[in-house]
């Protein structure tokens, strides 16, 4: 593989949240094998912000090991770190009084940088504090950017009012919402495949596809966020965001550039095309499950305690009103404590037109192009192929396996993770693989009636077996058509 690191132009970065979880497990780590790359400037500045009252050398000690503990460790050499380090400030900040904002202030005006990114990785209900005291605290500068970690609001009226909010005080070009599965390689790779190979696209509609399949399959519990989870369930977690711009991607026109607003257009076509689904087809087309304690594995309703309302599996057919997807379904799951982490985009095409072969060959089942994005990335096509050797024809399916890891000669952990690449873009000023409004909106446009749907009809979650395959009834959505979902392995 040819590795290219194009260098960034020199920033200043504010984290804050800067000693949570996301700035420990994510992005200083993504920071560190950026820098480790090569592509971070020397006078590249990071300075993590938090309500504890800790020192920088406080600091750098807790980012030392948060890269310890989430770098693999080959990487981590000693003069690497200490450059690392080094870029490294904390203060301490209070965004309920706005505490400690002019003395980040005064930090950052020791030579400021052209690029100032503000990485807001609080809870959601600081987001429209936060940017407001910035601006009071004379933070935002031209050339200033923010971006904003997913929830973005719990439904379509709040995540509006958020967007007014931060839009008060920053552009729509200086807003950078993340999700980053519009980070994951196989994810870019979708559109690559898409729009830069003649041979897919002819095939890339109704007339040729029967179906597609997006899973995104986890074997975590709701991981101590019970309370978290209790409010949003996994369609609000993961539908509204990450599920719906992988159909988006893989549904969408082929934009006029690719750069952010032609992405972005095409993007929001797709969410406007949905059929919207409400209260009389909720039962029909989505199904809710809650895991249950199963071998010694607790159960969600244990995990959070009492009243577990919310679902942690969710499966939805979604149809697509236009030309392209007339009439094909695009099959959405995601779950928690599901029997393999797995997530995938497959496009399942119609079988053969027509068999030539004798019945003794064999069937010829429809061809599957496969995207996996976890836990290895890879790109897989499924073809009915001979069976090797003598005896007749006979068919058998085989798997063209373009296996980033193995065929492109990439180890273990070499894949960039989704973080180091949206960081440097947001440096960069690239916001093609973010969220524009309009598309947070269309997507909640269309969630919210669902949402709505359950409660009404009163739909409880489906119990199912921790470690299993998720509920009966997301079986039953594809088996009434004759159709089965792919196997979570
Ligand atoms: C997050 C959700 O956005 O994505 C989590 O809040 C989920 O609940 C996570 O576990 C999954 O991300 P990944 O990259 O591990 O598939």
Redesign the pocket.
């Known amino acids: 593989m040819t590795k290219r690191t194009i260098p960034v132009a020199p920033f200043d970065l504010v984290i804050f949240g800067g000693t949570g979880d996301l700035a420990r497990r994510k992005l200083l780590p993504a920071l560190f094998r950026r820098d480790l790359a090569g592509q971070l400037p020397p006078d590249a500045r990071i300075f993590g912000a938090a309500r504890r009252d800790i020192s920088g050398d406080e600091y750098r000690l807790l980012a030392d090991q948060a890269l310890l503990e989430f770098v693999p460790v080959g990487e981590l050499s000693a003069a690497a770190v200490a450059r690392f380090l080094a870029r490294l400030d904390y203060r301490a900040v209070d965004f309920a009084t706005g505490a400690g904002l002019p003395a980040l202030a005064d930090a950052i005006a020791v030579s400021p940088r052209d690029i100032r990114a503000f990485y807001l990785a609080v809870a959601p209900d600081q987001f429209a504090r936060a940017c407001t005291q910035l601006a009071q605290a004379g933070l935002v500068a031209p050339g200033s950017r923010v971006v904003v970690e997913?929830p973005f609001g719990h439904d379509r009226a709040s995540a509006a009012a958020l967007a007014d909010a931060v839009g008060a005080v920053f552009d729509e070009r200086a807003i950078y919402r993340i999700d980053?599965y519009l980070g994951k390689e196989t994810v870019q790779n979708l559109m690559a495949l898409r729009f830069a190979n003649e041979i897919f696209e002819p095939l890339w509609n109704a007339r040729h596809v029967d179906h597609v399949q997006i899973t995104?399959a986890?074997t975590?519990g709701v991981e101590g966020r019970g309370a978290y989870y209790e409010q949003v369930g996994a369609t609000r977690?993961?539908v509204q965001n990450?599920l719906l711009q992988l159909l988006c991607l893989t549904a969408m026109e082929p934009p006029v550039a690719f750069e952010a607003a032609s992405v972005h257009d095409e993007k929001l076509k797709v969410l406007r095309s949905l059929r919207p689904i409400g209260a009389a087809d909720v039962a029909a087309c989505t199904v809710r499950g809650q895991y249950r304690a199963h071998n010694g594995v607790p159960g969600y309703a244990d995990e959070v305690g009492g009243g577990a309302h919310a679902e942690t599996f969710v499966a939805v057919q979604a149809q697509i009103l236009n030309g392209r997807w007339s009439g094909v379904p695009f099959f959405l799951r995601t779950g928690k404590r599901l029997r393999a982490r797995m997530?995938e985009i497959a496009l399942v095409f119609r079988p053969a037109s027509f068999h030539v072969f004798a019945p003794n060959a064999g069937p010829a089942p429809s061809n599957v192009l496969r995207f996996r994005l976890?836990p290895d990335e890879a790109v897989q096509q499924v073809i009915t192929i001979k069976d090797p050797g003598p005896g007749g024809m006979r068919l058998r399916q085989a798997v063209l396996d373009l296996s980033f890891s193995s065929d492109l000669g990439l180890g273990d952990g070499e894949l960039p993770d989704a973080y180091e690449r949206l960081v440097l873009d947001v440096v960069r000023g690239d916001q093609t693989l973010f969220m524009r409004r309009d598309e947070v909106d269309a997507a909640w446009k269309w969630v919210d009636p669902i949402i709505e749907g359950w409660a009404e009809r009163g739909l409880m979650p489906e119990l199912y077996d921790a470690g299993g395959r998720g509920p009966d009834g997301a079986m039953r959505l594809l088996h009434r058509e004759g159709r089965a979902w792919r196997d979570i392995v």
């Open positions: 997913k980053h995104v986890e975590i977690d993961m990450h997530s976890q």
